[in-house]
């Protein structure tokens, strides 16, 4: 276990979503009761405080909300400078994903270009990406 690199610590309403890549899907926690999705995800629907949710898998596409460009190599192993960007999710009404885009010039990102999900594994939870559709 390295102390140095933050690794998001598994319980039981996160893990579908951060082992989900290690099939290569992004998994968002839907409510049964109410079909909401819950994201970040948690074990009791806050719309209907159902506590009947389960995981289902998204489709892994969406478009670009908005974005960052950092110059804080804040992983050892963290290339700068690197775009974060929140993403739409595509057949998620409401749910937002912010993570990593896997992209070298952060200059060629504009807000509403199409992205696809990726993953990339950490000890035993798979960090989510984006990259542009098409790039
Ligand atoms: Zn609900």
Redesign the pocket.
Known sequence: MSGAVLLPELTPENTAFWTGGAHGALMIVH??????AIHPPELI??????RK?SPRAARGSGTIHSFTVNHQRWLPDLNVPYTLVVVDLDGEPGVRLTARLDDTDPTAVTIGQRVEIGFVQAEDVWIPYFRRSGA
Do not use: E, G, I, T
């Open positions: 409510c049964d009761a109410c079909d909401y629907c806050p719309k209907c405080l159902s949710v």
